[in-house]
């Protein structure tokens, strides 16, 4: 499966992205699809799953309550609705896809997309 990040960009602090995480090749109802990030000099982190089951969700800490996975099966799109974000939000943004499971792992994904850029600065 080909994965594709895109809407990144530059926002002010308290701004909004949406990034989206079209898939190619293959239908996604049969991946967990995760979002991670990695800024310069950090390790990659997850950043939210959701799964391929019942969608549940998984939110970092750092996100939870401003960040909102979601997946449109149809259109074979997973999207991260980002709200207030924040300077430490600024990294480069992935998505991946990991078969037949209910949990995403950095180690553990089968496909990865090219990153996204953002970048929130005043």
């Known amino acids: 499966v080909q994965l594709q990040a895109s809407g990144g960009g530059l926002v002010q602090p308290g701004g909004s992205l949406r990034l989206s995480c079209a898939a190619a090749?293959?239908?996604?109802?049969?991946?967990?699809i995760g979002w991670f990030r990695q800024a310069p000099g950090k390790e990659r982190e997850e950043v939210s799953c959701?799964?391929?089951?019942?969608?549940?969700?998984y939110y970092a800490d750092s996100v939870k309550g401003r960040f909102t996975i979601s997946r449109d099966n149809a259109k074979n799109t997973v999207y991260l609705q980002m709200n207030s974000l924040k300077p430490e939000d600024t990294a480069k943004y992935y998505c991946?896809?990991?078969?037949?499971?209910?949990?995403?792992?950095?180690?553990?994904?089968?496909?990865w997309g090219k990153g996204t850029q953002v970048t929130v600065s005043s």
């Open positions: 959701i799964n391929n089951s019942d969608g549940s969700t």
């Open positions: 991946a896809a990991r078969a037949f499971s209910d949990r995403c792992d950095v180690y553990g994904m089968d496909f």
């Open positions: 090749g293959s239908t996604l109802d049969y991946y967990a």
